[in-house]
């Protein structure tokens, strides 16, 4: 029963660096998004995905890309890492078919991200 | 803009206290998530409100939604130290072209239960 899966759990980029947060789910579910949560913030959206091979921009999608080649699988790209990209990641999925009415989003383990 | 606001951002309790928390949110929808995130974690899903008027209780929280008023509320009753933690609302953007998922945030309630 894994559920959203998140590698790596830490990761420490210095300036100009580049890296992919990995994330998967195995529920089948078509949505996918990425936040970012700063520290004394709530989540924000980076970018998201309603299925294989469309993704869109969110709230602060600069600095970022996405792919979404297979349901399962949704990364998240840094190009040239900054040090106001530190922040936890979260990656989540939902489904596109209500259970009771509910669509809910369900959350990876976060990824702590630190930029020096 | 869409926003989500909750008050207070920060509250320390004592056990056994009664406290309330809000969320104000100015987006039309009509479904209101709180989360419950401890330190290092990510947020565990504890009620979905999905119309005006509703109520959903489980142990010692309980959460309304009033549409109209655009306001949430998460009752604490007889707070207890395992509810320290960071509690958030959400609503989603579905009716502004967003999925389900697709949520915005407000900035948390960091609740401390002291004994």
């Known amino acids: 029963n894994a559920g959203v899966t998140q590698t790596p759990k830490f990761r420490i980029l210095k300036i100009g660096q580049s890296m992919t947060l990995q994330c998967a789910q195995d529920?089948?579910?078509?949505?996918m998004y990425w936040y970012r949560q700063d520290p004394g913030m709530g989540l924000k959206l980076i970018y998201y995905?309603?299925?294989?091979?469309?993704?869109d921009k969110g709230e602060v999608p600069n600095g970022y890309n996405v792919s979404r080649s297979t349901t399962e699988d949704f990364p998240l790209r840094l190009e040239l890492a900054a040090p106001s990209q530190t922040s936890v990641y979260f990656c989540?999925?939902?489904?596109?078919?209500?259970?009771?009415?509910?669509?809910?989003?369900?959350f990876g383990q976060g990824t702590r991200l630190t930029v020096v | 803009e869409l926003k989500v606001e909750q008050n207070p951002l920060f509250l320390s309790m004592q056990e056994g206290k009664n406290y309330t928390i809000y969320c104000n949110y100015s987006t039309t929808s009509d479904r209101l998530y709180w989360y419950r995130q401890d330190p290092g974690k990510s947020l565990e899903s504890l009620f979905v409100?999905?119309?005006?008027?509703a109520v959903k209780q489980e142990g010692r929280l309980m959460a309304s939604l009033d549409t109209k008023a655009r306001l949430s509320t998460l009752h604490i009753t007889a707070a207890v130290h395992d509810l320290s933690a960071t509690y958030f609302c959400?609503?989603?953007?579905?009716?502004?072209?967003?999925?389900?998922?697709?949520?915005?945030f407000g900035k948390g309630t960091k609740l401390s239960v002291k004994p």
């Open positions: 989540a999925s939902s489904s596109d078919t209500p259970v009771g009415q509910v669509f809910e989003a369900f």
């Open positions: 995905s309603v299925g294989a091979g469309i993704t």
């Open positions: 529920m089948n579910h078509n949505y």
């Open positions: 409100l999905l119309s005006n008027g």
């Open positions: 959400a609503v989603d953007r579905l009716n502004y072209g967003g999925s389900q998922g697709n949520l915005i």
